[in-house]
């Protein structure tokens, strides 16, 4: 058995490493990507904005999205088709989701929206007819699996959330 100074430490939590990166200065770097000229937080804004939201007690949803078989429209359709591909997602999600929800994209073909209405069920629904209808651009869509944890019932920190989140959505993708 390891002595306790040889013990590993546990992963720091997203709120620990939020608030390192804020002590050194990045919160100016947690801005915006631009995917289809539309500005677009990204996963260090997701961490700032979510212990805010925790900090001051709001309810909040947040919402995993993975784009189904993305890898598939790259290795089809080529890599500028997938860039068109994305923005066309991005730029339906924004209109759908409107001014008062927020839009992050944490990687590649996974994105997550922060939803500060009541009515998850409706608002999932309204985005799936909104994606499926809007698909224009000669590629199928091909679907998106969405995962969701809420505030305060499922998890109280980010790492709670996004864990929580992205297992219902993995549950829906099999």
Sequence with gaps: SPSTSQKRKPAPTAAWKTKRLFRQGWKNRCSMEHISNQPLKNRLALFFDCDKLIANKEPFTLIFMDLDNFKQVNDTYGHTVG?????LFTRVTLETIGGREEFYRMSGDE????YHGSKIKHFLETFNEKISSSFDMGVPFLGVSIGYARYPEDADSLDGFIKKADHVMYEVKR
């Design 83 to 87: 860039d068109d591909y994305l923005q």
């Design 111 to 114: 994105f997550i929206c922060i």
